[in-house]
């Protein structure tokens, strides 16, 4: 399976959420009952109020226009309205992100429980040993002696190591004798993984902030990304975490899993509106293959079933 059929496959039932008021526009001049009908559908796949309203700004618009009636014209006009908010979002991978920076490059990453940071940190290293480069694993997260023991595991599978403690020991020691460990052996990439934390949890989010200030002593000017993992089945409330771990930690990217057990896959676009953060990687499945650099015409494309369209 190509890459860009496993993205559209996994975004089929947010694009079915869409495509079913879409379609009974298309062809036709769109009435009141049906723009609503569109606009609907469109907050139901979580775009967000803001770029909703102005995709039905520019899609009203065009239902004034003497080309109201064609199908194509309609697709066009919603394809170009969100090139436009996901475009400033499209910053580099995070293999262009390494490739250029320092090494070793130091990835920390941070999220609420259940949204698959371990299982993502997995297949980032996979992908970077395919790539030919040296990852080093961090077992961050001492809260859970089950999660030191599930990146020891998947580590073991990928043929990496692990810098870890024991349960309960400080993270941040942890994030810190990590680095010197990739330094001493000559590691191309550090991931660095840390507990699930609530966002609205200050105790927690604080000592998120100690990690960062340690990587920092250990390496100046490291993390070189904080890559933000979201969970894309809770729709807005990514959103929610999105704004506090920017304001926590200084977010630098973001990755979207399971966006192929939702219907609301359209959060990556609100998300872009709202915080203007990178979208670096977004998962599709379970496989490693599944986990994809982030490329908005693909996404759009996948969205609407057709290629997008640039302004």
Known sequence: MGWFQRLSDGLSKTRQAVRQSLDRV??????????????????????????????????REHARGADAANPEA?????????????APVQGPSLEQLIEKGPKPFVVLMVGVNGVGKT????KMAQRFVQGGRRPLLVAGDTFRAAAI??????????????????????????????????????????LIDTAGRLHTKSNLMEELRKIVRVI??????????????LDA????????????????????????????????GGIVVAIAEELKLPVRLIGVG??????????????????????????
């Open 26 to 59: 298309l062809g036709r001049t769109p009435d009141p009952a049906m723009l609503e009908e569109l606009e609907a559908a469109l907050l139901t796949a979580d775009l967000g109020v803001r770029v909703v309203d102005r995709l039905m700004t520019h899609v």
């Open 74 to 86: 309609l697709q066009n006009v919603l394809s170009r309205s969100l090139y436009d908010v996901l």
């Open 119 to 122: 299982t993502t940190i997995a």
């Open 149 to 190: 023991d599930q990146l020891q595991v998947w580590a073991d599978r990928v043929g990496v190591d692990v810098i870890r403690h024991r349960h309960g020991a400080d993270p941040a020691a942890v994030a810190f004798d990590g680095i010197v460990a990739a330094k001493a052996r000559a590691a191309d990439v550090v």
């Open 216 to 229: 920092g002593q250990a390496l100046p000017g490291a993390p070189h990304e904080i890559l933000l993992v």
């Open 233 to 264: 089945t809770v729709g807005q409330n990514a959103l929610a975490q999105a704004r506090q771990f920017k304001e926590v930690v200084g977010v630098t990217g973001l990755a979207l899993t399971k966006l192929d057990g939702t219907a609301r």
């Open 286 to 311: 379970e496989s490693v293959e599944d986990l994809q650099d982030f490329n908005q015409e693909a996404f759009i494309a996948a969205l609407f079933g057709q290629p997008a369209i640039r302004s």
